[in-house]
Every structure is written in structure tokens, then in C-alpha cells.
């Protein structure tokens, strides 16, 4: 598997230097998950980020009031998830996600993100510049979905 051409071409490593890239993908590892399988669940401690190399993933949401599980989104090959539990030592996972089809995912825990910067200052602050912008983009969106959400239910009033 070309992890290299992964990290390239996910839209969280897209404006990491050449060089970075080849490192950071030292500390990459591959994981296998047949269909319909369930990668983790809402509530479960998590120390890794994933970016998918192939297949689909969905994102499950439990709705606390009906207790109800919510389908959010569908995730395909270059999506990426779990980057708040790099940043975030004992975090929760926000959500479950499950396999629609086969599906290979490549990962980073904390501790392999940890080496490289211990190893490499200069990719760390790279790499954080570009979780940084992910997750401001990511409450970027939920902020707009919210402010929609909130515009409709008040017209329901």
C-alpha cells in the first residue's frame, strides 16, 4: 500500500512538505475491517487518527433524548476521523463508526505522533498547523449547521 500517496492526497496532510510526508508515514500503520464491522464506538477512549486508503465508512450518532442511533455521514477513501484524540489525551470518541464495505484504514496514535515530534520539531509544528485547521474548518461547520438548525425550529414556533 502506497501510504505515502495516501498522506499526499488526504485533505489533512495536502500542504505538508514532500519531506514530512515520507516521515510522518513511517509512523502510519494499516488496519483491515470487513463490511458492516464497527471501528469504534461513541464513548470509547481513542488515541488515533485514521485516514481511509480504501472503502466507506458511516458515522453513527446516538440521539440522547430518543436513544435512537442517527446516521451523520458517509465517509469514502482520503476521508480522515479521529484527529481530536491526537490532540486530546483519554478522549472520548464523539461517535461510532462502521464499515459499509471492506474497508483499509491507515492510522496514527499519540504515541507515533509523540516519536516523530520528539524526532522532527520542525514536521511537529507542521502537523499540528494542519489538525489546527481541520478541526477550526470542522467547528466551522457544525457552527453553521447549528445556526440552520436553530433558524428552522424557530419558523416551527
Known amino acids: 500500500m502506497d501510504q505515502k500517496g495516501i498522506l499526499r492526497n488526504s485533505q489533512l496532510f495536502k500542504n505538508i ?72 489525551p483519554d478522549h472520548k470518541r464523539t461517535a461510532t463508526l462502521e464499515t459499509v464495505e471492506a474497508t483499509t484504514l491507515i492510522g496514527l496514535s499519540q504515541e507515533g505522533l509523540k516519536k516523530l515530534c520528539d524526532h522532527n520539531p520542525e514536521a511537529s509544528i507542521e502537523i499540528y498547523k494542519s489538525l489546527a485547521t481541520a478541526l477550526a474548518q470542522r467547528l466551522s461547520m457544525t457552527n453553521d449547521s447549528l445556526a440552520h438548525y436553530k433558524t428552522l425550529l424557530s419558523h416551527d414556533e
Open 17 to 88: 512538505k514532500k519531506e514530512i510526508i515520507d516521515e510522518l508515514s513511517l509512523f502510519f500503520h494499516e488496519k483491515k475491517y470487513p463490511a458492516k464491522d464497527t471501528i469504534f464506538f461513541e464513548g470509547d477512549i481513542g488515541d488515533e487518527l485514521f485516514i481511509i486508503a480504501y472503502g466507506t465508512v458511516k458515522v453513527i450518532k446516538n440521539d440522547p433524548q430518543s436513544g435512537e442511533e442517527k446516521e451523520l455521514a458517509m465517509l469514502a477513501s482520503g476521508s480522515y476521523f479521529g484527529e481530536m484524540a491526537l490532540i486530546n
